[in-house]
Every structure is written in C-alpha cells, then in structure tokens.
Nanobody
Framework: QVQMEESGGGLVQAGDSLRLSCVAS?????????MGWFRQAPGQEREFVAG???????YYTNSAKGRFTISRDNDKDTVFLQMNDLRPQDTAVYFC????????????????WGQGTQVTVSS
C-alpha cells in the first residue's frame, strides 16, 4: 500500500520560514518517479505549488518562484518543500503527491496523495 505522509506545517508569522517533508512508503523505486506539492485554501481549488522529477528537474508556480525550494532525498524516500518569506496568502493545506504521467502542473497527473499538513501564516 502506497502512502504519503506530510509533516512540518504550523502557524507562523509573515516573513517566517517553514520546511515541509513528505515521506513516501510502499512504493518501490522512489528515485524513478517525480513528486509534487499542491495546496488548497478554504473554498478554493487545489493548486500546484512545486514539482521535482526523477532527474531533479524542478517546476514552480509563479508565486513560489524565488521563495520556495523543492528537493528530494532518494535515500530516505522523502521530498521537501522549503518555504521562505511566507505570506498570509500562502495559508492552506499542503499536500504531497506522487507523479504518474503528464504535466507536473496538473493535479490529474498524480496518483497517490497524502492527507495534507496545515500551514497558517498570520500578518
């Protein structure tokens, strides 16, 4: 059974940093597939934040560029999202997901999802 487990969320102030982690278990060859981070704020659709391919190519939404960094540790089957200079509009539940096929920017391209971790940024 494939599972994704996120951690690292919390309540911070604007300008602070957080590092999210996502551990993938139950899926062989973690280093051969991509991973992504999405977020969903109340009343809004789930949106792409960042993605990383098996060969370390990275993808970011415009609002994340220059502030967020996605990385992966294949030895630990873990993907990270370093978030700096957080803003109130970054408040959302953040999900990690395993990329299956297609565009990294499209949530339909992912086949396994975690339960999410809450990030709240106060002004």
């Amino acid at each position: 059974q494939v599972q994704m487990e996120e951690s690292g969320g919390g309540l911070v102030q604007a300008g602070d940093s957080l590092r999210l982690s996502c551990v993938a278990s139950g899926r062989r060859f973690f280093n051969s597939f991509g991973m992504g981070w999405f977020r969903q704020a109340p009343g809004q659709e789930r949106e792409f934040v960042a993605g990383i391919s098996w060969d370390q190519t990275t993808y970011y939404t415009n609002s994340a560029k220059g502030r967020f960094t996605i990385s992966r540790d294949n030895d630990k089957d873990t993907v990270f999202l370093q978030m700096n200079d957080l803003r109130p509009q970054d408040t959302a539940v953040y999900f990690c997901a395993s990329h299956n096929r297609g565009s990294f920017y499209n949530h339909a391209s992912y086949n396994y999802w975690g339960q999410g971790t809450q990030v709240t940024v106060s002004s």
